[in-house]
């Protein structure tokens, strides 16, 4: 396998009146070819700016990627693309879904005159290639009678409806990579079942590279290869679907595990719950960020930011319990799985 | 009173007139009991009705037809004397935390408001409810004389949780309470209103989408499709033995956040959509995306009968 995308040392900060709020704060990470990256973690912790910041959809200023960062698609460095070539490096090779389908689309456009505004400016086709494409696009995501379709307003259909839209528009010009930032949070299970059923149909027919933004474990556990658990604008934990659900080792990721009621277990009982909220990015961060509302916290974890720890070629994970000095701790067995290894 | 059920819903019906011609019948002919210190939780996709049948048992809108009973009293035909004792033993718990606080009001002044009108406490005893109740749901008391904006979505539902409490009352209606929120700290509210439960007595009707947390709070639990209920029995039974097609189709639906077990799951497949509620389909309203749809279920709908003890079903297959 060949790695499509690199993000090396991604930081990424806001600059506002109350102060500059590190949103991001030197991640890095790549994805490989016709693979799917989760970023898992709660609101705020980094996950949509990263993804934005890849298309370099961040508005600059307030926004600020910092010097040193670097995202690379195919060994180019998209934050030295000048803006023609940011124009065709958007949709024709990374596009993106957004999350809430009620606002992403133009309610003042045809949906088909969405869809054909890429392939317009993108590939370059006529009016009538582009309206054809156009009903075959809507064909291929699945919405009956497309040919009326392509004339309706995106108000005229239901929120899976303009997911599936929304799909299209960003498959139009066939991308290597495809950006879903939370594809399915807005729409009810039955639905979120038929769209991400279509994304994985999609990945498979044209073996494009998916980085799946979400909060949702279960999501994640159905659709992801591999796994990046991120938390103030870090990244915690990283490693293959298996690693991250049978054998992780950070706190963090243990309690977004087991916070979650599951339908196969039995309940009343009290959910795992984590105290506290995280922390305020404008502040400056000392030791790790996890530290105030880590169980296992030690001294250290308050003065030093931990480093990575190589666990195999996949997994890392950072925190100063993977220490050798460090008391061993064992996994929560509500978790499952083995320990260490 | 000795009646175990607090509340009594028979044949509830709640329609909305859209524009000249059409009626969208948003809880249509539903009918069921909530049993004193029980939880019941109430699930479906969203425009199935459970939150305008919530708010219809609590009296915010006028029922079109059907009873409403509480305690024995049918709640749409209280005069205002029994209403405001009324509105003291059933509150509400609401889905957004950002919208249902008034943003000019401090913390004190939220949770106090519905004890000035209720409780008639002195000064001093307000202020010490107060605080009181802010412990209690796990904040301090300094957090009294703040504003809103000053929280976060987790602190702002724990004060909408304190809002509730205040008039002490004995049954809460919790309308999506957690699904604004972030996983950690849904937990977090889920724990705080179990406790709550525990400590005080009270009666919940539980209404959410999300089925796991569902599954996780409630005793009983009834499933909503376009404005009926379809499924109506235990927690347990209706996790490990849905009978309704639709139960079916929308508990496999969920996904597990476990990949093996996910891997060997046999996934229910529903086609389409939810149809309107404007034009729903004659008879049995599911039958369309329904792989077991028969002649009769075009024919007639379907009531809601006890197939096994305390287990309910609306459905012409049992």
């Not at chain 1, 400016?121 to 809507?138: D, G, N, P, T, V």
């Not at chain 1, 799909?167 to 139009?172: E, F, K, M, P, R």
């Not at chain 1, 799946?212 to 490693?239: C, K, P, W």
């Not at chain 2, 107060?130 to 724990?158: A, C, M, N, W, Y």
């Amino acid at each position: 396998m060949s790695k499509i995308l690199e993000v090396k040392d991604l930081n990424v900060s806001f600059h506002t009146y109350a102060g500059e709020v590190k949103a991001v704060r030197g991640i890095s990470f790549h994805l490989e070819k016709g693979e799917t990256l989760a970023l898992v973690g709660e609101s705020g912790c980094g996950k949509t700016v990263s993804a934005k910041a890849i298309l370099r959809l961040l508005k600059e200023p307030p926004a600020e990627i910092k010097p040193n960062s670097q995202i690379l698609f195919n060994g180019e460095d998209v934050l030295k693309m000048d803006k023609k070539r940011l124009i065709s490096f958007r949709g024709e090779d990374v596009s993106m879904i957004f999350q809430d389908p009620m606002t992403s689309l133009n309610p003042t456009m045809t949906v088909g005159k969405q869809i054909m505004e890429a392939l317009r400016i993108h590939k370059k086709m006529s009016k009538k290639e582009a309206e054809a494409e156009a009903i075959r696009l809507l064909e291929l995501v699945n919405i009956p009678n497309a040919k009326a379709r392509v004339k309706a307003y995106p108000h005229e259909l239901s929120g899976g409806m303009r997911q599936r839209v929304m799909i299209a528009i960003a498959l139009s010009c066939n991308p290597k990579i495809l950006i879903a930032d939370e594809p399915t949070t807005a729409l009810d299970v039955t639905i979120q079942a038929q769209i991400m059923d279509l994304l994985n149909e999609l990945k498979q027919k044209f073996n494009t590279a998916i980085i799946l933004v979400t909060h949702d474990l279960g999501v994640v556990a159905n659709f992801a290869d591999r796994i990046q658990v991120m938390y103030a604008g870090s990244i915690v934990e990283t490693g293959t679907k298996n690693e991250i659900f049978y054998n992780s080792q950070h706190p963090y990721t243990w309690a977004l595990l087991n916070s979650v009621p599951r339908l196969d277990t039995k309940s009343k009982e009290e959910l795992y719950s984590l105290g506290g909220t995280p922390p305020d990015l404008i502040l400056p961060l000392v030791g790790c960020p996890f530290a105030s509302r880590c169980e296992y916290a030690m001294e250290i974890c308050l003065e030093q930011r931990p480093s990575e720890t190589v666990l195999s070629d996949t997994h890392k994970v950072v925190c100063w319990l993977q220490h050798p000095y460090a008391p061993k701790v064992d996994r929560p067995k509500s978790l499952g799985g083995g320990i260490n290894g | 009173m000795g009646n175990e059920n607090l509340i009594e819903v028979v044949d509830l019906k709640k329609y909305f007139q859209v524009g000249k011609k059409a009626i969208l019948k948003a809880v249509d002919g539903v009918s069921f009991n909530i049993k004193r210190g029980e939880t019941l939780g109430l699930v479906g996709e969203s425009g199935c009705g459970k939150t305008t049948c919530g708010r219809t048992i609590l009296g915010i809108y006028k029922a079109t037809d059907g009873h409403v009973f509480f305690d024995g009293r049918d709640v749409h035909s209280m005069n205002r004397e029994e209403k405001l004792k009324f509105k003291k033993r059933a509150q509400i718990i609401f889905q957004d935390p950002y919208a249902s606080l008034d943003p000019r009001m401090t913390i004190g002044d939220i949770i106090g408001e519905g004890m000035d009108v209720h409780l008639k406490l002195s000064h001093q005893e307000k202020k010490d409810r107060i605080e009181d109740l802010l412990r209690k749901v796990g904040l301090t008391s300094e957090h009294r004389s703040r504003f809103p904006h000053e929280l976060s979505g987790g602190q702002r539902q724990r004060i909408g949780i304190a809002r509730a409490l205040a008039v002490e009352p004995e049954f809460i209606m919790c309308d999506e309470p957690i699904s604004a929120l972030d996983v950690s700290i849904q937990a977090q509210i889920v724990n705080l209103l179990i406790k709550l439960q525990r400590e005080m007595g009270l009666t919940y009707l539980f209404i959410s989408h999300d089925l796991s947390m569902v599954k996780h709070i409630s005793d009983r639990v009834g499933v909503m499709y376009l404005g009926s209920m379809v499924e109506l029995a235990s927690n347990e039974v209706l996790y490990e033995k849905p009978l309704h097609p639709y139960t079916q189709a929308l508990i496999s639906a969920i996904p597990i956040p476990d990949p093996e077990v996910e891997g060997s799951r046999n996934r229910i497949k529903l086609e389409g959509e939810v149809p309107s509620p404007i034009n729903p389909p004659e008879g049995c309203k599911f039958r369309q995306r329904c792989a077991y749809a028969k002649s009769v279920c075009s024919e007639a709908a379907p009531k809601l009968k006890e197939v096994d003890k305390d287990h309910f079903v609306a459905c012409h297959l049992f």
